[in-house]
């Protein structure tokens, strides 16, 4: 395939009523929240993810790679621009829309001093622990059939998003590779981003669980939370295993055994696109 067909640049247009479900993982607010949260940082997290790529493509000269290096950064506009219009519903219809406002705030300010003040290194690896983490997370998600238990319109929103991260699961890989800045130290910061982005989920999280006390208690059954503690076993069971493969020496995302619902998910949403290229 070449590199158009590998990381196809799709242009969606999701829409999200103020009406929609936001408990869009089956009986499972807690776990809704938590994504749902995650994704209130997306439109500037992914921001800091183009800026960042972009001024590694300085020290690159493989035209191939620097091809994939600008497609990575148009899927990473479309998806903030998607999830950006989820966002504003959320704000708008959950109890906790101040306070997600004021944490959005927050992460915004810091992902701009990041820009600014922190060195191409540092924000590489930053990003190449977040590309890791969530294109395994991906996989097991897509192996496991989570899609089969959620609801639309969130649903197809997070299906494609986590399709294109495993398109271009290697690029923030290869790009700090380029920028020879070592093993030791993306193992170091890869790890840190990764325990700095799901704290940063968790207060999310917590602000709309905390916030929204009548719909968790309207879940809250035995049964529920059976069902979301076998979730949460098989997920972690599987997706370790691949997180701690990422820590390897030898590691390389282009290396890693994709999943039969892969190549089904990106021809449907490739026919959904307003415009692929």
């Known amino acids: 395939m070449g590199i158009a067909q590998d990381i196809p640049v799709r242009r969606m247009d999701f829409s999200f009523p103020d009406d929609m479900d936001l408990v869009f993982i089956d009986n499972d607010p807690k776990l809704s929240y938590f994504f749902l949260g995650a994704w209130m940082m997306l439109p500037h997290l992914e921001p800091f993810l183009i800026r960042t790529v972009q001024s590694a493509m300085q020290r690159v000269k493989d035209p191939d790679l620097l091809e994939e290096m600008k497609r990575f950064c148009a899927q990473e506009g479309q998806h903030f621009r998607q ?43 930053y990003a190449e622990g977040f590309e890791a983490m969530t294109s395994a997370g991906s996989i097991v998600q897509m192996e496991q059939g989570w899609f089969e238990h959620m609801k639309e319109p969130i649903r197809g929103l997070m299906f494609w998003h986590i399709m294109e991260e495993v398109e271009h699961r290697s690029v923030c890989f290869e790009a700090y590779e380029k920028a020879g800045a070592g093993y030791l130290y993306r193992l170091g910061v890869g790890v840190w981003a990764q325990m700095h982005y799901l704290g940063l989920c968790k207060k999310f999280a917590d602000a709309m669980i905390e916030s929204d006390p009548e719909t968790i208690a ?50 449907e949403y490739s026919a959904l696109a307003v415009n692929i290229q």
């Open 218 to 267: 309207r879940y809250d059954t035995p049964e529920n939370a059976a069902a979301s503690k076998a979730r949460f076993d098989a997920y972690m069971k599987a997706a370790l295993p691949r997180q701690f493969a990422s820590y390897m020496p030898w590691y390389s995302p282009r290396k890693m055994k994709l999943p039969p619902q892969f190549e089904p998910a990106r021809a």
């Open 83 to 125: 999830h950006a219009k989820a966002n504003e519903v959320i704000r708008r219809t959950h109890p906790a829309g101040p306070k997600l406002a004021a944490l959005e705030a927050e992460v915004a300010s810091l992902l701009k001093r990041w820009t600014e003040e922190k060195p191409l290194r540092f924000n590489l690896a």
